[in-house]
């Protein structure tokens, strides 16, 4: 006789909360990837320039990036402990608005509250303009 059900924890369906907490991980996973970019960055300038710390770095962050602003400060926060040149450095965003264009008006507007259709002629002919950005803005040392 073949048992066609399921056989153990290991075989059932993923629930919707664990899915969100993976998704969760692998975002934080995201950022802190993206906080290692910049430190490296950072590192390489400041080494040219003989720069001893950094007491503040800005960054201009889209508002449609793939970036998630909360999850990048928890993971600043934790690398930042971890190297010496920015032991002291503050995380600063500056929020960067999305903005679409229309080809059929010429209209820009908000993506966010309107997506993609425009809500001016309602054509799905748009494109974004700005709110996709991640930029280091501006870093204080000393």
Known sequence: ????????????????????RKDRRESRMHELGVVFHIMDSLEKVAAENEVTGISRVVLELGEVSTVIESYLHN????AAKKRELFEEAELVVETIPARTYCEGCGQTYATVEHGKICPCCHSPDTWLLQGNEFNIKEIEVY
């Open 1 to 20: 006789m073949q048992f066609s059900g399921r056989k153990g924890p290991e075989d059932w369906p993923e629930s919707e909360l664990e899915k969100k």
């Open 75 to 78: 993971c600043w926060q934790w």
